[in-house]
C-alpha cells in the first residue's frame, strides 16, 4: 500500500501537477470554439516563391486545438526539392484520408495557433536526404482512411516522429508536446533506435526514453517529463522543454 501511495504521489508531481498548472495557464488565452472558427492561414514565415536552386527540410510544430493545446502540439513536415519552386507538406490529420500531401500552406496556423519551426536543414545536407524522406513518407503504414487514432495513436505526431527516427542525420526528435510520438510506429515496444536512444513504449501510454537525442524521459499517457540530452533543459507536460539559459 505504501508503494502505491509513493508512486501515485510520484505520477502527480511529475506529470500530473505541470499539465493542470499548463492547462490554468491556456484557459486564461483567447481560443477559437470550433474548426470553422479557427484561423489556417499562412503565416508568410515562408518566401512565397523560394529561391529554386537551394533544398530545403523543416520540422514544423503547432498547438492543437481547443482544450487539446494545453497538453499537445500538431507536428509536420516541410521539403523544398532543389530545383522547385515550390514547398511540399506532408502532414496527418484525424478526418478523411489521415496522410496528407499540401493540405495547408507550409507556414499555416493550426486551429490560429501559430507554427514553429523545430528544425532546419538547407543546401547540400537537406537535398540528400531528401530521397530517404520520401521513401520512409510514402511506405508510412497508417497513412489511410481511418488509419487515425488522437490518443495515444497512430496520430500526427506518430506519423513525424516515425519519419525523424528513420532519417537519423537530421538529428531532430519530436517536441516533448507532441502527444503520440512514442507510439511505437514500428511495432517494437523496446530497443534502441539509431541514434543510440534506449527506449520502452507500452503501446504510447507509458514509457521512457533514455540517451540519443531524448536525454531521460518517463511518459505517461502521452506526457513527457525529463532532462534535455544537453542537460540544459527540462522538459515538463504542457509546457515542453524549458532551457536552464
Keep these: 500500500m505504501r508503494l502505491i501511495r509513493i508512486t501515485l504521489a510520484t505520477l502527480f508531481v511529475l506529470f500530473i501537477l505541470p499539465a493542470l498548472a499548463h492547462l490554468a495557464v491556456w484557459s486564461m488565452m483567447d481560443h477559437p470554439r470550433s ?25 514544423m510544430s503547432a498547438r492543437t486545438g481547443r482544450m487539446k493545446g494545453a497538453f499537445a502540439t500538431h507536428s509536420w513536415l516541410v521539403i523544398k526539392k532543389p530545383g522547385s ?28 495557433n501559430p507554427p514553429r519551426i523545430d528544425h532546419h536543414v538547407s543546401g547540400e545536407q537537406a537535398a540528400a536526404l531528401i530521397p530517404t524522406m520520401e521513401k520512409a513518407i510514402s511506405s508510412y503504414r497508417w497513412g489511410d482512411y481511418g488509419d487515425y487514432t488522437i490518443w495515444p495513436g497512430p496520430n500526427s505526431n506518430t506519423f513525424v516522429a516515425s519519419i525523424l527516427h528513420q532519417v537519423p542525420q537530421l538529428a531532430v526528435a519530436p517536441p516533448a508536446t507532441a502527444v503520440g510520438r512514442d507510439f511505437p510506429w514500428d511495432g517494437r515496444w523496446a530497443g534502441i533506435r539509431e541514434d543510440g536512444t534506449i527506449f520502452i513504449s507500452m503501446l504510447g501510454y507509458i514509457g521512457a526514453n533514455i540517451g540519443g537525442r531524448a536525454g531521460v524521459e518517463l511518459h ?14 527540462v522538459k515538463l507536460p504542457g509546457f515542453g522543454t524549458l532551457r536552464f539559459i
Excluded at 35 to 59: L, M, Y
Excluded at 93 to 104: F, K, T
Excluded at 221 to 230: D, S
Design 35 to 59: 474548426w470553422s472558427e479557427a484561423d489556417w492561414s499562412s503565416t508568410n514565415t515562408f518566401p512565397k516563391r523560394p529561391a529554386q536552386a537551394e533544398a530545403g527540410i523543416w520540422v
Design 85 to 112: 519552386t515550390r514547398y511540399d507538406r506532408y502532414d496527418v490529420v484525424g478526418w478523411g484520408r489521415a496522410l496528407r500531401h499540401n493540405g495547408y500552406a507550409p507556414d499555416a496556423r493550426w486551429y490560429s
Design 220 to 233: 505517461f499517457l502521452g506526457l513527457v517529463t525529463g532532462i534535455t540530452a544537453a542537460w540544459d533543459g
